[in-house]
């Protein structure tokens, strides 16, 4: 009994140490709401408590999955699959969370012989934007590009319901599912820097992404596209050559461009976390990623 007690002590020290260290230290409540007249809605307010702004409004289903319960899952999944909690913090004054896992790094990719330093991230939002997710960050350190591997798209499986409890669970009993997920993206890197990038391939992608067909003469293009259109994949073409330069014709400079145009060159998200994670530059990550992946495998 007395060690039960010591571990859960423990635990709740890590829990708190966690939240301070990360600035999550705070509740997100569900308020009852009410009209002018005083008479009881259907609906709840959703919000930060210690600031009193609201993220949402929601109804009575919707569940919250506090800050200290994503350092408790954090912990686990660390304690289940190995590795540190090394980083944490907020999006957007608190309405997504997130907790990522050292992961180990990997080595000598490509021309450059590349490291990528990994992580697994897990996030939440409070805003209903999506449900707690699960998934893969890597860092390529020669360039600080980014990406996010969503796993199984869970974000949109595990919704803030009251069902959420049981679908976590069952998410930890299948960690060596997620292993497997990891071990196979990462041997993706290695195909990729092993495969010759074609210009086709290169167009395609362009294409794919942004929409304009760069075999176009430029007066064709003027008249087709618009000048946004035209920057985009200006930018991008730039991003993937630089790359490319560093890494080798591969498809693994391909992808190194697509990640480096998505940290450096969009517009409208202030935070790089927010973007490469939930915002405009996971999408078009994801988008090359399967496109580029589907090279490797045909």
């Known amino acids: 009994m007395e060690n039960q007690i010591n571990d859960a002590q423990n635990k709740g020290q890590m829990v708190m140490d966690l939240l301070e260290n990360h600035d999550l230290f705070w509740e997100v409540k569900k308020e009852k709401l009410y009209t002018s007249e005083g008479i009881e809605?259907?609906?709840?307010?959703?919000?930060?408590?210690?600031?009193?702004?609201?993220f949402m409004t929601c109804k009575k289903g919707y569940e919250v999955f506090q800050n200290w319960d994503l350092?408790?899952?954090?912990?686990?999944?660390?304690?289940?699959?190995?590795?540190?909690?090394?980083?944490?913090?907020?999006?957007?004054?608190?309405?997504?969370?997130?907790?990522?896992?050292?992961?180990?790094?990997?080595?000598?990719?490509?021309?450059?012989?590349?490291?990528?330093?990994?992580?697994?991230?897990?996030?939440?939002?409070?805003?209903?934007?999506?449900?707690?997710?699960?998934?893969?960050?890597?860092?390529?350190?020669?360039?600080?590009?980014?990406?996010?591997?969503?796993?199984?798209?869970l974000n949109h499986k595990i919704r803030h319901t009251v069902t959420m409890r049981?679908?976590?669970?069952?998410?930890?009993?299948?960690?060596?599912?997620f292993k497997n997920s990891e071990t196979s993206l990462y041997e993706t890197y290695k195909r990729m820097a092993e495969i010759q990038a074609k210009p086709n391939d290169v167009k395609r992608l362009i294409k794919n992404l942004v929409g304009v067909d760069v075999d176009m003469t430029a007066s064709e293009a003027q008249d087709t596209y618009s000048t946004r259109a035209l920057n985009k994949a200006k930018n991008l073409s730039i991003r993937?050559?630089?790359?490319?330069?560093?890494?080798?014709?591969?498809?693994?400079?391909?992808?190194?461009?697509?990640?480096?145009?998505?940290?450096?060159?969009?517009?409208?998200?202030?935070?790089?976390?927010?973007?490469k994670i939930v915002g405009a530059g996971q999408k078009i990550d994801s988008k090359a990623y399967n496109q580029i992946a589907q090279l490797v495998y045909s």
């Open 71 to 153: 350092a408790e899952l954090t912990h686990e999944i660390a304690t289940k699959l190995g590795g540190d909690i090394k980083k944490g913090g907020h999006i957007q004054n608190g309405r997504k969370v997130f907790m990522q896992i050292d992961s180990g790094s990997l080595k000598n990719i490509g021309l450059n012989n590349d490291q990528v330093d990994k992580y697994i991230t897990v996030i939440n939002s409070h805003d209903g934007s999506s449900g707690i997710g699960l998934g893969m960050t890597n860092i390529t350190v020669s360039c600080s590009n980014t990406f996010y591997k969503a796993y199984k798209d």
């Open 166 to 177: 049981e679908k976590i669970d069952a998410v930890l009993y299948g960690l060596e599912d």
């Open 41 to 54: 809605s259907n609906y709840y307010s959703v919000r930060r408590a210690d600031e009193d702004t609201e």
């Open 240 to 275: 993937i050559a630089e790359e490319s330069a560093q890494k080798g014709q591969t498809l693994w400079g391909l992808f190194s461009g697509v990640t480096s145009y998505t940290n450096r060159d969009l517009s409208g998200n202030r935070d790089l976390m927010e973007n």
